[in-house]
């Protein structure tokens, strides 16, 4: 994994919530309570794999929905 990504829960939450400022202004509250609500549900995992895997998952989803909101702001 890179270095300059999230390695814990906490550093992912962080990084997650910065990228939302990212979004157009509209969509910024629904992603936002939408990784809150994720990180509550999933706040008792405690297998390093199933973490890992969610790290991983969770980036390359906000890659995706930037990628997704920066075709629609060209257009």
Known sequence: ???NLPQTP???YAYL???V???PVEARPYYTNYIR???R???DEDD???IKIMIATAISDMDWLLAKYSKQ???
Request: zero cysteines; a positive charge; charged letters at 30%.
């Open 73 to 75: 702001k060209n257009r």
């Open 1 to 3: 994994m890179n270095p």
């Open 10 to 12: 906490l550093r992912l």
């Open 41 to 43: 549900q999933h706040a």
């Open 48 to 50: 390093p794999e199933n």
């Open 17 to 19: 919530l910065r990228k």
């Open 37 to 39: 609500q994720n990180f």
């Open 21 to 23: 400022r990212l979004l």
